[in-house]
């Protein structure tokens, strides 16, 4: 595992993530390009669930704690449940990188962590503890691309009854 790419990595997403909340207003924060998707600011309350509750916990568990069971998360729900579409998104992001510094602050504490070991997930099997600090790095990527086309969509449809289709089709 290459630790310090990882960290450098994540902490490079912190860069993206908010120069992708930069100059958007409340409308656009709030905005779903269809009801059952989420809007800028469900993503990084999301982001910043999975990073208190999910990736870090469960990575420091299958290290220390591979035995025990992994507590429950619903990233969907706790969306709805948390009122993530009601926050401020400069609050939310705040939230989000406060967390994340914490979480790179974690993994650079970590003496000579086993990446190979493992907690054997009811349903996906075996998981290593560096394939979940590989799963974490790709869910920023894919949570990056869902906010760049979040701006995609809502400049489509702020821009009508001009199109893109020539950008972006």
Same mark, same amino acid.
């Given at each position: 595992?290459?630790?310090?790419?990882?960290?450098?990595?994540?902490?490079?997403? !912190?860069?993206? $993530?908010?120069?992708?909340?930069?100059? !958007?207003?409340? *409308?656009?924060?709030?905005?779903?390009?269809? +009801?059952?998707? &989420?809007?800028?600011? =469900? !993503?990084?309350?999301?982001?910043?669930?999975? *990073?208190?509750?999910?990736?870090?916990?469960?990575?420091?568990?299958?290290?220390?704690?591979?035995?025990? #069971? &992994? +507590?429950?998360?619903?990233? +969907?729900?706790?969306v709805k449940e948390r009122k993530y579409n *009601?926050?401020?998104?400069?609050?939310?992001? #705040?939230?989000?990188?406060?967390?994340?510094?914490?979480?790179? *602050?974690?993994?650079?504490?970590?003496?000579?962590?086993? &990446?190979?070991?493992?907690?054997?997930?009811?349903?996906?099997? =075996?998981?290593?503890? @560096?394939?979940?600090?590989?799963? &974490?790095?790709?869910?920023?990527?894919?949570? $990056?691309?869902?906010?760049?086309?979040?701006?995609?969509?809502?400049? @489509?449809?702020?821009?009508?009854?001009?199109?893109t289709k020539y950008a972006a089709p």
């Amino acid at each position: 595992m290459n630790l310090e790419f990882v960290m450098n990595r994540m902490s490079a997403n !912190v860069d993206t $993530i908010v120069s992708l909340s930069k100059g !958007v207003d409340g *409308e656009q924060a709030r905005w779903r390009p269809a +009801p059952a998707k &989420w809007s800028i600011l =469900e !993503v990084i309350g999301h982001l910043y669930d999975e *990073e208190q509750f999910d990736f870090r916990t469960r990575i420091d568990m299958t290290l220390h704690q591979p035995d025990e #069971q &992994w +507590p429950p998360i619903d990233p +969907p729900k706790w969306v709805k449940e948390r009122k993530y579409n *009601e926050g401020d998104l400069g609050e939310t992001l #705040q939230t989000w990188i406060d967390e994340r510094r914490r979480s790179i *602050e974690w993994l650079h504490s970590l003496s000579s962590p086993d &990446w190979d070991k493992s907690y054997n997930h009811p349903t996906i099997g =075996e998981l290593r503890a @560096g394939d979940m600090l590989a799963a &974490w790095l790709a869910h920023d990527m894919m949570h $990056i691309g869902q906010l760049a086309g979040l701006h995609l969509a809502y400049t @489509g449809g702020v821009l009508q009854p001009f199109h893109t289709k020539y950008a972006a089709p």
